[in-house]
């Protein structure tokens, strides 16, 4: 808040240019800490007592993109990178969840979207060829996707009525796509 230093680090790393830092909260099998990825897809954790812990994950390209999320119920995060034309999502442990190849380039930032407690799903899009993908924990593809879109998606209830969700997404034209999502 000040600009001082609160916890200094014993490692220091190069972080991937298009990632975030996400926080990991306390849980029965952890200390809280700070996670992201390197350029090369190496994960980084930083711990609040300085210490740092390097896992070495799958050779990605520079360009990959990486999100920490809660897709289960457990109290840890699971882990979701996209590289190119492949999707992961792994367990914090390094648990493979799910891998998919896709036809298309994925060419943004991944979003875990919830629709209620337990469920949980990956959303992607690879818009030069205009598709949308909405995956769940287990990597199956959500009924009626790939749907037609070629930017980053929002998935939400429209009025506090309504108990069905929307996906508003924008076309190649410029136009905004409403889908009804069951």
């Known amino acids: 808040r000040r600009g001082n230093v609160r916890v200094e680090t014993n490692t220091v790393y190069p972080h991937s240019s298009r990632n975030s830092l996400f926080l990991e909260k306390r849980s029965p099998l952890h200390e809280p800490h700070i996670v992201t990825t390197d350029p090369e897809g190496n994960i980084h954790r930083t711990y609040f007592n300085g ?3 390097m896992i070495e994950f799958k050779k990605l390209s520079e360009n990959h993109f990486f999100v920490a999320g809660n897709l289960d119920t457990d109290e840890s995060l699971e882990y979701v990178f996209a590289d190119e034309h492949l999707v992961y999502t792994t367990k914090n442990n390094g648990k493979v969840l799910f ?4 036809e298309y380039p994925i060419s943004h930032m991944p ?3 919830h629709f209620s407690y337990k469920e949980k799903k990956v ?3 690879c818009s030069d060829q205009n598709k949308i993908f909405l995956f769940d924990i287990n990597g199956n593809l959500h009924p009626g996707f790939p749907l037609d879109g070629c930017s980053g998606f929002s998935i939400g209830l429209i009025s506090e009525d309504e108990t069905n969700f929307n996906l508003l997404v924008a076309s190649p034209e410029g136009y ?3 889908y009804y999502v069951e």
């Open 176 to 178: 905004l796509y409403n």
């Open 111 to 113: 979003v875990i979207y």
């Open 123 to 125: 959303g992607l899009t």
């Open 51 to 53: 210490e740092h812990e």
């Open 99 to 102: 891998t998919k190849k896709l």
